[in-house]
């Protein structure tokens, strides 16, 4: 799974598109692009729209209201004996925020007759201070959990900042540590490192230079605000013809001088480390293929 797209699950409009739109998933928001009047009409159409969604389309997530509002247990309520791929829990603080929606999940499931832990979890790991210093936790906390991914614009706000990016429009030093720790707490858990959103969404160029650097360091998918970014994350976290066939020869470089821990390719020294890279990236190649 390389592209997740955010619907206001208030948009009709938008929810009608979500087919086309090419995006592996889509998650239909209930937090905060829903105003609090609409939350009760979001959750019907969150619901209606899981009951109707073909199987061939994207897979459905919904992103329920945070654990600290009087509206997360009824969002769960309204959608889960609809099979959602997965929930999305913004603002968590560690891996206890896991465990309590997974219980609550355990009981939902039982309730509606689906087998225990089909419903899983993701999360907006970094949108509090607190959160910071918990992304180590993640790791073991459910075997729901198969994604981590960041924000920066509410922690933002929470930090007190008066802006999140630089002059030249560069994530300033906290959120880039969010984004870090996000990496690493996602790979720790063993689950999807999921990179975050790109507000500005008029702007390809910058959009295009950010999911590159996401593929550089270890992202596997990115999030999508607007249909338009859909398309670019998808080309950009599949590994490209070019990427296979150098990863393909270094895999062979190996094969071909047996048992070593180190050989050269192109004048270059490469051991284990570039070994399990290449045959990473074989691998995501083959996953991507095969969705
Ligand atoms: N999903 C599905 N369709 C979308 C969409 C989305 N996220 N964003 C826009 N569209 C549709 C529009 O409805 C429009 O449809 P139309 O051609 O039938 O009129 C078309 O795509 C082009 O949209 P555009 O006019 O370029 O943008 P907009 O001004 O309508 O919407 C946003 C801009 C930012 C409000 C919108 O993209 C959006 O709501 N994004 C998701 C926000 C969100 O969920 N935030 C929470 C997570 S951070
Ligand atoms: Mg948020």
């Known amino acids: 799974m390389r592209s997740f797209l955010f619907i206001p699950a208030d948009s009709d409009k938008k929810l009608a598109k979500a087919g086309s739109t090419g995006a592996d998933a889509i998650i239909l928001d209930l937090e905060d692009s829903v105003a609090l009047s609409n939350k009760e009409a979001a959750r019907a159409n969150a619901r209606d729209y899981l009951k109707s969604a073909s199987a061939e389309g994207p897979r459905v997530c919904v992103r329920m209201n945070a654990l600290d509002t009087p509206f997360w247990e009824s969002d769960l309520q309204a959608v889960i004996a609809r099979r959602p ?106 689950v999807i490192p999921l990179d975050g959103v790109y507000k500005d969404f008029r702007d390809e160029a910058g959009f295009v230079a950010e999911a590159r650097e996401a593929v550089r360091d270890g992202f596997t998918a990115k999030m999508a605000i607007h249909p338009a970014q859909v398309p670019i994350i998808n080309r950009i976290f599949t590994p490209s013809e070019e990427d296979i066939a150098h990863a393909r020869s270094i895999v062979e470089a190996f094969a071909r001088a047996g048992d070593v821990g180190v050989v050269a390719v192109d004048g270059v020294m490469l051991d284990i480390p570039h070994l399990k890279q290449a045959q990473a990236l074989i691998a995501r190649a083959e996953a991507a293929r095969s969705l």
């Open 85 to 190: 791929f997965a929930i999305m829990i913004p603002k968590t603080i560690s891996g206890d925020c896991v465990k309590t929606v997974a219980a609550k999940l355990d009981l939902l499931e039982r309730e509606a007759g689906i087998e225990a832990g089909a419903t899983r979890l993701f999360c907006v790991a970094t949108e509090t201070a607190a959160s910071l210093f918990n992304l180590g936790t993640y790791a073991g906390s459910s075997a729901r959990l198969f994604a981590l991914t960041w924000g920066a614009e509410d922690l933002a706000t929470a930090l007190g900042a008066r802006s999140n990016k630089d002059e030249r429009g560069v994530y300033t030093e906290p959120y880039r540590l969010a984004r870090t720790l996000t990496l690493a707490g996602a790979v720790a858990a063993g």
